[in-house]
């Protein structure tokens, strides 16, 4: 596999001696595995104009050792391309356009790079799942993480949390009254959920609560009942934790009956917040009086939305919502427990804003996922619902997914890791001998468990099926209406 590696991970990055060692880390993964990592031409071009010689010298010494990707491809005359990610307006962007776009004509497997840019270009280009940064990569690549022991998320009091930890420095920053409020919602017995490194400082925050008040947008936008998000906080790369924060805070307002939920904001340039909530339907509806910008998610459309006409869109924008009318088709696929463990996390053994009772796994965090199977069917399309079917042990259907994109006929490892990017639970080791036949990627958005898993003997019974799955296989609108009350599916949760 060719892995493109961006030379601006060796210098000029703050808190380089932490960040060396995961890199070093990472490059010792990849040459173990057989990797090619591979430098832009350019790249070094960049690093030999530096005016720091002894800097200079370091880095062209740490890369010399790397190949330089031979014949580039240009991006100067693919308008495509250049409306997307727009036209470069000084070195530094261009450069970074003929990067990114090493990955985007799949010269190279993955990209790998800190840069906020870099990663900006590739949401919109839809390569996200290709370009990574160090931790990512790591969680792809590193032997060691099967077994992964889960860090933990903790529903917790704010009165419990050190307001003194790193995670509330930028916070403090912007709010010279964030003490006192602090102290208020500490006072008030406040819910939230923390994510805790292994050192005990914390890695990731959710404080929320219900309120029915005007919400101040610029103009006054009318009370009703609401999800506030009022703070959301991840220092913690790698582990999808905000993804998971965005998944349990649309559930429990689901759950609750609420029909928005909304966060404010001070927007910085190349925002991965912006960027997280933006994927899932939070929409900029104006800024406050304070200066911050105000995001609103609804969470079930108007009826005649044009995203009735788009699934896909539909599972995004008012996620957890999916469609599941007569329209599209409905399959179940079988997946073995050893996946389903990494793939799906239940209740039992994830958090939720009302109870806690273990740890999470990385790939259980991800809202958007990828499954691999061997089978030759044709016909599932994206919008198209996926039924997974938790095989040989405890034989039930557990949840509901929605397609994003299927890709047929796949041999190579390379393009298979290529597809599924950051979304994998496989290790590189499953995926050569998954690869060995012809596979099937299926990507999906992940909607839904199902209150009440709908076991073997059951589906039986109902006649949905007569044996257990082997294979993925179509399921009739009607037989998934059946299985859809069995399981116990809340209508909030779907469109129709």
């Known amino acids: 596999m060719r892995i493109l590696i961006d030379t601006n991970i060796f210098i000029y990055r703050e ?37 720091d010689e002894k800097r200079k010298k370091i880095a062209l010494s740490k890369i010399s050792t ?40 799949n010269a190279v497997s993955f990209l790998i790079t800190e840069d906020k840019d870099l990663h900006k270009k590739a949401i919109k280009l839809n390569i996200q799942d290709r370009v990574l940064s160090i931790e990512d990569a790591l969680t792809i690549f590193e032997y060691s993480r099967y077994p992964t022991p889960p860090p933990s998320i903790k529903k917790e009091k704010v009165y419990n949390l050190d307001i003194n930890d790193k995670i509330f420095d930028s916070l403090k920053e912007e709010y010279p009254e964030f003490g006192e409020w602090f102290e208020k919602i500490s006072k008030e017995g406040r819910d939230c959920l923390v994510h805790y490194n292994k050192d005990g400082t914390m890695g990731a925050v959710l404080i929320y ?27 913690s790369t790698g582990n999808k934790i905000g993804e998971l924060f965005i998944r349990l805070s649309t559930e429990y307002s689901s759950r609750m009956g609420l029909k928005e939920i909304y966060l404010t ?51 995004k924008i008012f996620y957890p919502q999916f469609f599941d009318g007569k329209t599209i088709k409905k ?41 691999l199977s061997h089978s030759n069917i044709k016909k599932i399309a994206p919008g ?4 997974f079917y938790r095989s040989r042990d405890s034989q039930e259907i557990t949840g509901i997914g929605v397609v994003e994109q299927t890709i047929p006929d796949l041999n190579d490892v390379d393009d298979i890791m290529k597809y599924v990017g950051k979304r994998t639970v496989y290790s590189p080791q499953e995926i050569e001998k998954i690869a060995e036949s012809t596979t099937l990627v299926i990507l999906f958005i992940y909607s839904c468990y199902l209150p009440v898993p709908v076991s073997l003997r059951k589906l039986k019974a109902l ?18 209406l059946l299985l859809k009350k069995a399981g116990g599916i809340d209508e909030s949760f779907t469109v129709n």
Do not use: C
């Open 15 to 51: 808190n380089h001696k932490i960040l060396s060692n995961n890199l070093q880390k990472l490059l010792n993964v990849l040459n173990n595995l057989g990797h090619q990592i591979i430098v832009h031409p350019l790249s070094k071009i960049e690093i030999e104009k530096d005016k």
């Open 463 to 480: 006649k949905i099926l007569k044996t257990a799955p082997q294979s993925i296989q179509e399921l009739s609108h009607e037989n998934y």
């Open 331 to 371: 399959f179940i696929v079988p997946i073995l427990p050893e996946y389903h463990e990494k793939l799906f996390i239940d209740t039992e053994r994830q958090s939720t804003l009302n109870e806690h009772s273990g740890g999470f796994i990385v790939e259980g965090n991800a809202i958007k996922k990828a499954y």
């Open 66 to 105: 790397y190949l330089l990707l031979e014949m580039a491809p240009s991006p100067d005359k693919d308008h495509k391309f250049l409306n997307i990610v727009q036209k470069p307006s000084n070195r530094h962007d261009y450069v970074d356009n003929n990067i990114i776009y090493s990955a985007y004509r």
């Open 384 to 387: 198209d619902l996926l039924l």
């Open 209 to 235: 609560k219900i309120e029915n008040e005007p919400v101040d947008a610029g103009s006054i936008l009318p009370a009703k009942e609401r999800l506030k998000i009022s703070t959301l906080k991840v220092s």
């Open 265 to 315: 904001h001070f927007t910085k340039p190349d925002d991965y917040l912006v960027y997280l909530i933006e994927e899932y339907g939070f929409i900029k509806v104006g800024r406050n009086n304070r200066g911050e910008d105000v995001f609103i998610k609804e969470l079930s459309p108007d009826k005649g939305a044009i995203v009735y006409s788009d699934p896909v869109k539909l599972s």
